[in-house]
């Protein structure tokens, strides 16, 4: 019985940071329409962003986020006016390609510069015992950041000018640009911002494990699923996506041979998109 | 035009080792330059490299009267088997290769090996220790590791002298390699009368590997044994430090036999792998080095100590040279009838290969030990040879003690 | 039909690939092969992709569907090829239409992610089921091509085998181009809405063109597969392959049969040499990236796109 | 007695808001009802109930007696109803002929591909548009997405036609042009026509009846007189006392 519960515990601690994954590729979505298959390749920068700040640049890898996400802005925005703004407003197929390829590029260099060996990020926290179990201290720590992140994301949005044009931007773009909003630099901050999460996010779960640079695309098939789970381009449902996510892992786990995982979660993600394609956690909508 | 030619002939001698070499012999292989089994892979193409350096330096390959230099061509699989058999088709058909290597893993191995029935070239297999590809009927594929059904039986006869008692979880990588040998090791701890309490494998891909710990705490299970290769396995060592599991025993497959699992730290003590070769073993060798000699070999060049990929990838290459000087032909037929024949000690340990019809070239001849990683006196990590506890170096540390 | 100019283009086509072989000899062969089973992959997706507008991001499904079934009845039932081939492609299109009549109510985006997700559920629950050897997959014992002469002669009957499904590609994406069912499919590429109001069956029309071009890449995974010796899920669920194959369309140019087989053949030509080449096999992701990237940006139309934008009379002769 | 097309009070909202409430209406072969009302008053809406692009809330909607509420739009084309779009969607990678031939095809007729392309030339003489015949839809002026509309419509050979507001945005020419076409369309083939027209001079001389719509509901109907004397709608919608006689003075 408590084996049930430490698994669920453990599954919505790293739900919570599929969750702040997420939040990267749905604001992305939400704002410009487009579903970045640049997303794990952004997440595995941030890890490598993170390991080469705390190892080389001996930060602490907690104080090193903050220089991960501004990273991961600044790349976004670059990614965004070479690749992406081009191919905004035109059919899906090109702007998922155009991300696609953008994705190509950084696994091609980065496998050439960094290998495929898996890297470790070291760090030492003890953990929490609940009996024979123990809950791993960086686990928990990194729960609790991507939860503040993702307030802080919310309290952005809502609460300050720039957040709010981003939000009119989504819900209309034409609109927005009629009050004046310059939406392609809207757009352009969207998209850093998407993706310095991204980076945040992968730098998190480099402090939970190895990766290399082709970890990103399992996180990348999480965030799909945790997206479609909270419906694609609300930011506050991914993260309850992602947990929702965490907790089915958790709970389901304990019965379930841990390779049937996988058969589960991408089967009931292709079941909610058909059923509920607007998400979950979205109750009245529109039209 | 006659000086011309005798001074670029002197110049010539001058420089390179003199000796006139009749032909090439070309070896194709495919390794895992990039993709997930890139660690796991590079070691056994060092290993492959040395020799044939080695090999060129003393004159080649002698065939009959003439001198064959070793030549390789090699391509990077990415790790991914739909490219293996596109790689190896061109290795055979455009590079006029005269023999094969095998990639690396038994996964790409399998995919690989069919090149060499449909083509009628020898394929030196190693790090492929699954045995299912020697069954369907081949001709030309020899294998040089000890088939993935035996790859657990040191750890579990060490489990069985010790703590006889034991509760043992078989946590394993769901693919071609670990499964085999997770079915072997079932049925061999059966055999032993031991209690086998989890039997799961996990997602390749696998990360997290916290749900499946928290089952083996549920089972109440004493000893770990499982894994996969380099990927899975360092990051499943890492995580039952983390998880602070108290287990008495932990077996991994490959990943702590790769240098890089010192990198842990703390997580690799006390963590042991079944090893096709470890450094300190003592063989007597019927040709080759010794494994000192090739251990100094290896870390000269390569600055670390060689693990068995290394070894591996170094044996297929005195294996294969051995039997084409005994052939005296590059013929592959002869080759092959030579690799039959064959029964020899390397520094490897012993080679034979299976010569009935239904499981040709699997090899029966080699035996593997268990390894550990310990602390020498200073608190430095180390891989000691831990079992069969005769040819040891150190002794089991059992239980753990953290 | 006889006298349009591609028909017989098609025609030289699929001669070429019979022929060369013969004279070029066993490394023309396997190139070609490659090459046959990337332009058979490309074809069928232009049916979703070029003819209907649905982005299918997961059409690799099909082909590892069809090895996984057709390996399966070959070394478990132990049925003969050509039985596996047609058991195997009439499943897939059944389970195809099944699967086509849910997903294909998504649209868009949506309905891309959905292929995602079928691969990879699929690719997982293959992993798991022992029936098909879970992750070992299965092995192909070498007396199953003792029919066909021996694994020798067995890679000249499955090389000519391939070549019939391309030219049942070609052929297949020329008729239904110039067929009265095309005509909808472009309708609902255009704009599925407006076809609707046109009368166009969306919804039914949809679901059989998913399920028509699941036939011949299931049937190309049973040769692949059966010519490759082994299957295992990794290996026939690769998402990476179906994105390839979108690659393949777009560089060659979508909408076209010409420009979808042009394309499958240009990119096994073009990775071949990057694979290869000393200088680029530790940049040929960049390079086919960046490529691609420049494709998306500046050339929509891929190579038959271009050659159109040139050449007017193309457009006539090249379809 | 069984109307070409017969509706029975459809109502439909949208969330919160009441697009179209209890409208009733029929039609009867050879007959043009202009539909005329405010910007928001649910004309659009209307036709997309009747056409089978969104299902009604409530309501009935019969086609020569056969029940087709809430059917697909597809099927309610069988039946032998085509529509026009207020916002052109011409597919607009595909030939003018191309297009025609869509509606051709997939029209009530269900044509054969040959055939359906003679038929689709026809109908292209008919609209004006036959000497565009192979240029890309997306290439034709706003004027000719219009005509291309009516032509895609009209390729089907229905028995009803909808006409959503195809003289919006065209200059006098065109609008004369495109009268000519309607007119000739009732001469040659005598099926109903049911326009949503903001341009009262066109709907009042073309429409043998007349309905307005204000706020979703049915505000009168009747001949083009009765309805520009009707009070209600002289106040609701015209506005101008006087507007009758300008309107009624026919060029």
């Known amino acids: 019985m408590i084996g049930i519960l430490v698994s669920v515990i453990?599954?919505?601690?790293?739900?919570?940071?599929?969750?702040?994954?997420?939040?990267?590729?749905?604001?992305?979505?939400?704002?410009?329409?487009?579903?970045?298959?640049?997303?794990?390749?952004?997440?595995?920068?941030?890890?490598?962003?993170?390991?080469?700040?705390?190892?080389?640049?001996?930060?602490?890898?907690?104080?090193?986020?903050?220089?991960?996400?501004?990273?991961?802005?600044?790349?976004?925005?670059?990614?965004?006016?070479?690749?992406?703004?081009?191919?905004?407003?035109?059919?899906?197929?090109?702007?998922?390609l155009a991300t696609f390829a953008v994705s190509m590029i950084i696994i091609g260099l980065g496998t050439a510069l960094w290998s495929t060996s898996p890297y470790n990020v070291q760090i030492n926290i003890p953990g929490v015992a609940i009996g024979?179990?123990?809950?791993?201290?960086?686990?928990?720590?990194?729960?609790?950041?991507?939860?503040?992140?993702?307030?802080?994301?919310?309290?952005?949005?809502?609460?300050?000018?720039?957040?709010?044009?981003?939000?009119?931007?989504?819900?209309?773009?034409?609109?927005?640009?009629?009050?004046?909003?310059?939406?392609?630099?809207?757009?352009?901050?969207?998209?850093?911002?998407?993706?310095?999460?991204?980076?945040?996010?992968?730098?998190?779960?480099?402090t939970l494990f190895p990766f290399t640079i082709l970890s990103g695309g399992g996180y990348e098939l999480k965030s799909f699923v945790v997206t479609v789970l909270g419906g694609l381009g609300n930011p506050a449902g991914a993260l309850l996506g992602g947990l929702l996510l965490g907790f089915i892992e958790g709970v389901v786990s304990p019965f379930v041979d841990v390779s049937w995982t996988p058969v589960i979660e991408f089967s009931l993600f292709v079941v909610i998109l058909i059923a509920f394609p607007m998400g979950l956690f979205r109750v009245g909508r529109g039209k | 035009m006659k000086k011309l030619a005798l001074s670029l002939l002197i110049s010539a001698s001058l420089t390179a080792p003199a000796i006139s070499y009749a032909k090439d012999i070309v070896i194709g292989f495919t390794t895992s330059e990039t993709g997930k089994l890139n660690a796991d892979s590079t070691p056994q193409l060092q290993g492959f490299e040395l020799w044939r350096d080695q090999v060129n330096?003393?004159?080649?390959?002698?065939?009959?009267?003439?001198?064959?230099?070793?030549?390789?061509?090699?391509?990077?699989?990415?790790?991914?088997?739909?490219?293996?058999?596109?790689?190896?088709?061109?290795?055979?058909?455009?590079?006029?290769?005269?023999?094969?290597?095998?990639?690396?893993?038994?996964?790409?191995?399998?995919?690989?090996?069919?090149?060499?029935?449909?083509?009628?070239?020898?394929?030196?297999?190693?790090?492929?220790?699954?045995?299912?590809?020697?069954?369907?009927?081949?001709?030309?594929?020899?294998?040089?590791?000890?088939?993935?059904?035996?790859?657990?039986?040191?750890?579990?006869?060490?489990?069985?002298?010790?703590?006889?008692?034991?509760?043992?979880?078989?946590?394993?990588?769901?693919?071609g390699f670990a499964k085999a040998v997770a079915k072997g090791a079932k049925q061999y701890a059966g055999k032993l009368g031991l209690n086998v309490v989890m039997d799961e494998a996990y997602d390749p891909s696998t990360t997290d590997f916290s749900p499946i710990l928290n089952k083996v705490v549920t089972s109440g299970a004493t000893v770990l044994i499982?894994?996969?290769?380099?990927?899975?396995?360092?990051?499943?060592?890492?995580?039952?430090?983390?998880?602070?599991?108290?287990?008495?025993?932990?077996?991994?497959?490959?990943?702590?036999?790769?240098?890089?699992?010192?990198?842990?730290?703390?997580?690799?003590?006390?963590?042991?792998?079944?090893?096709?070769?470890?450094?300190?073993?003592?063989?007597?060798?019927?040709?080759?080095?010794?494994?000192?000699?090739?251990?100094?070999?290896?870390?000269?060049?390569?600055?670390?100590?060689?693990?068995?990929?290394?070894?591996?990838?170094?044996?297929?290459?005195?294996?294969?040279?051995?039997?084409?000087?005994?052939?005296?032909?590059?013929?592959?037929?002869?080759?092959?009838?030579?690799?039959?024949?064959?029964?020899?000690?390397?520094?490897?340990?012993?080679?034979?290969?299976?010569?009935?019809?239904?499981?040709?070239?699997?090899?029966?001849?080699?035996d593997m030990v268990l390894a550990q990683w310990q602390k020498d006196s200073q608190g430095k990590l180390g891989k000691q040879v831990v079992w069969p506890a005769a040819a040891g170096t150190a002794p089991l540390i059992y239980p753990i003690s953290k | 039909m006889l006298k349009k100019p591609f028909f017989w283009i098609m025609v030289a086509t699929v001669i070429a690939f019979v022929v060369m072989p013969i004279f070029g000899g066993i490394g023309v062969r396997e190139s070609l092969f490659l090459a046959a089973v990337y332009?058979?992959?490309?074809?069928?997706?232009?049916?979703?992709?070029?003819?209907?507008?649905?982005?299918?991001?997961?059409?690799?499904?099909?082909?590892?569907?069809?090895?996984?079934?057709?390996?399966?009845?070959?070394?478990?039932?132990?049925?003969?090829?050509?039985?596996?081939?047609?058991?195997?492609?009439?499943?897939?299109?059944?389970?195809?239409?099944?699967?086509?009549?849910?997903?294909?109510?998504?649209?868009?985006?949506?309905?891309?992610?959905?292929?995602?997700?079928?691969?990879?559920?699929?690719?997982?629950?293959?992993?798991?089921?022992?029936?098909?050897?879970?992750?070992?997959?299965?092995?192909?014992?070498?007396?199953?091509?003792?029919?066909?002469?021996?694994?020798?002669?067995?890679?000249?009957?499955?090389?000519?085998?391939?070549?019939?499904?391309?030219?049942?590609?070609?052929?297949?994406?020329?008729?239904?181009?110039?067929?009265?069912?095309?005509?909808?499919?472009?309708?609902?590429?255009?704009?599925?809405?407006a076809a609707m109001v046109l009368g166009v069956k969306a919804p039914l029309f949809k679901a059989i063109i998913y399920s028509v071009s699941s036939i011949l890449p299931a049937m190309a995974g049973v040769l692949f597969f059966f010519k490759n010796g082994v299957i295992q899920p990794d290996q026939a669920f690769e998402l990476t392959l179906s994105i390839e194959a979108i690659v393949m369309l777009m560089l060659g140019g979508q909408g076209t049969v010409f420009g979808a087989a042009l394309g499958g053949f240009a990119y096994e030509q073009f990775r071949g040499y990057l694979l290869t080449s000393a200088t680029f096999s530790n940049f040929h992701l960049v390079i086919a990236g960046a490529l691609l990237l420049l494709i998306v940006l500046f050339a929509p139309g891929g190579l038959t796109g271009w050659l159109h934008e040139r050449w007017s009379l193309t457009r006539r002769v090249l379809e | 007695m069984t109307h070409l097309i017969n509706v029975e009070g459809v109502s439909k909202r949208f969330s919160g808001?009441?697009?179209?409430?209890?409208?009733?209406?029929?039609?009867?072969?050879?007959?043009?009802?202009?539909?005329?009302?405010?910007?928001?008053?649910?004309?659009?809406?209307?036709?997309?109930?009747?056409?089978?692009?969104?299902?009604?809330?409530?309501?009935?909607?019969?086609?020569?007696?056969?029940?087709?509420?809430?059917?697909?739009?597809?099927?309610?084309?069988?039946?032998?109803?085509?529509?026009?779009?207020?916002?052109?969607?011409?597919?607009?990678?595909?030939?003018?002929?191309?297009?025609?031939?869509?509606?051709?095809?997939?029209?009530?007729?269900?044509?054969?591909?040959?055939?359906?392309?003679?038929?689709?030339?026809?109908v292209l003489h008919t609209v004006g548009l036959a000497d565009r015949k192979d240029v890309l839809a997306v290439h034709l002026t706003i004027a000719g997405k219009k005509r291309l509309e009516v032509a895609r419509a009209l390729a089907g050979n229905p028995r009803l036609l909808l006409l959503d507001e195809v003289l919006a945005g065209l200059n006098p020419t065109e609008v004369a042009g495109m009268i000519e076409v309607i007119r000739t369309v009732r001469k040659e083939t005598g099926i109903g026509i049911l326009m949503i027209e903001h341009l009262m001079q066109a709907v009042m001389s073309l429409s043998d009846r007349v309905m307005v719509l204000n706020f979703g509901e049915l505000l009168a109907t009747g001949t083009p007189e009765e309805v520009a004397n009707h009070p209600h709608v002289v106040e609701a919608y015209l506005g101008d006392p006087n507007m009758a006689e300008k309107l009624m003075a026919r060029q």
């Not at chain 1, 640049?57 to 992406?84: D, E």
């Not at chain 2, 703590?163 to 979880?169: E, F, L, R, S, T």
């Not at chain 2, 380099?230 to 240098?259: C, W, Y």
């Not at chain 2, 070769?277 to 600055?303: I, L, S």
């Open chain 4, 17 to 122: 808001v009441q697009a179209v409430n209890g409208v009733s209406f029929y039609m009867d072969e050879g007959e043009i009802l202009g539909l005329i009302g405010p910007n928001g008053a649910g004309k659009t809406t209307l036709f997309n109930l009747v056409s089978g692009v969104i299902p009604p809330d409530e309501g009935r909607v019969t086609m020569l007696g056969e029940d087709i509420t809430g059917m697909a739009p597809y099927n309610v084309v069988n039946r032998g109803l085509a529509r026009t779009h207020q916002i052109v969607k011409p597919l607009n990678d595909m030939t003018v002929l191309e297009n025609v031939t869509v509606g051709a095809c997939f029209g009530r007729e269900k044509l054969q591909l040959g055939k359906a392309r003679e038929h689709a030339l026809k």
């Open chain 3, 39 to 193: 332009m058979i992959l490309a074809l069928n997706l232009n049916l979703m992709i070029g003819y209907t507008g649905y982005v299918n991001f997961g059409s690799i499904v099909f082909f590892g569907l069809g090895g996984t079934l057709g390996i399966y009845a070959i070394t478990v039932m132990g049925w003969p090829l050509w039985a596996a081939l047609i058991g195997a492609a009439v499943v897939v299109a059944l389970l195809a239409l099944l699967l086509g009549l849910g997903i294909l109510r998504l649209r868009g985006a949506y309905f891309a992610l959905a292929t995602i997700g079928v691969v990879e559920a699929t690719k997982s629950f293959v992993s798991n089921f022992d029936p098909f050897g879970g992750s070992t997959g299965m092995y192909i014992s070498f007396s199953s091509y003792k029919p066909l002469g021996g694994p020798r002669e067995a890679l000249w009957i499955v090389y000519f085998l391939v070549i019939a499904v391309l030219a049942a590609s070609l052929l297949l994406g020329y008729m239904i181009k110039r067929s009265r069912f095309g005509l909808g499919l472009f309708a609902i590429r255009e704009d599925e809405d």
């Open chain 1, 132 to 206: 024979n179990y123990t809950i791993p201290g960086n686990h928990l720590v990194a729960a609790v950041i991507a939860i503040l992140i993702a307030a802080a994301l919310y309290l952005f949005l809502f609460y300050t000018r720039l957040g709010k044009a981003i939000r009119a931007v989504a819900s209309n773009r034409q609109a927005a640009e009629l009050m004046g909003i310059p939406s392609t630099r809207v757009l352009a901050i969207a998209f850093g911002i998407g993706i310095g999460i991204a980076a945040v996010a992968g730098a998190l779960i480099a």
């Open chain 2, 57 to 175: 330096a003393a004159g080649g390959i002698k065939v009959g009267n003439d001198h064959y230099k070793v030549k390789f061509v090699k391509y990077d699989d990415q790790s991914t088997a739909s490219r293996v058999q596109q790689l190896y088709v061109r290795l055979v058909t455009q590079d006029n290769a005269n023999f094969l290597f095998s990639p690396y893993s038994s996964g790409l191995t399998a995919t690989a090996a069919i090149i060499s029935e449909q083509y009628g070239k020898v394929m030196i297999t190693t790090g492929a220790a699954e045995g299912k590809t020697y069954e369907l009927g081949n001709q030309y594929l020899f294998q040089m590791y000890t088939p993935a059904n035996l790859y657990l039986a040191s750890a579990l006869d060490a489990v069985k002298a010790k703590d006889p008692g034991a509760k043992i979880a078989l946590i394993y990588e769901n693919g």
């Open chain 2, 226 to 366: 499982g894994g996969g290769h380099f990927a899975d396995g360092s990051t499943l060592a890492r995580q039952l430090h983390e998880q602070n599991m108290k287990l008495k025993m932990i077996s991994l497959l490959v990943a702590p036999d790769v240098p890089k699992f010192v990198e842990l730290g703390d997580a690799a003590y006390g963590v042991s792998v079944p090893s096709q070769w470890e450094p300190e073993v003592k063989f007597t060798p019927d040709f080759g080095p010794t494994a000192a000699q090739f251990t100094k070999e290896y870390k000269a060049r390569y600055h670390v100590t060689p693990g068995y990929h290394a070894a591996g990838g170094y044996a297929s290459g005195i294996v294969l040279e051995h039997a084409i000087e005994q052939a005296g032909s590059l013929d592959t037929d002869k080759v092959a009838a030579a690799l039959n024949k064959m029964n020899a000690t390397t520094f490897y340990g012993n080679i034979q290969f299976a010569t009935d019809k239904s499981d040709h070239g699997l090899q029966i001849g080699h």
């Open chain 1, 10 to 96: 453990n599954g919505l601690l790293l739900g919570s940071i599929y969750g702040l994954a997420a939040i990267g590729l749905t604001l992305i979505f939400g704002v410009m329409k487009v579903i970045n298959l640049a997303h794990g390749a952004m997440i595995a920068l941030g890890m490598f962003a993170l390991y080469f700040l705390a190892t080389s640049g001996g930060m602490n890898p907690y104080l090193a986020l903050p220089l991960v996400a501004i990273g991961g802005f600044v790349g976004g925005v670059a990614v965004y006016w070479i690749g992406v703004h081009r191919v905004i407003g035109r059919a899906e197929l090109m702007s998922l």
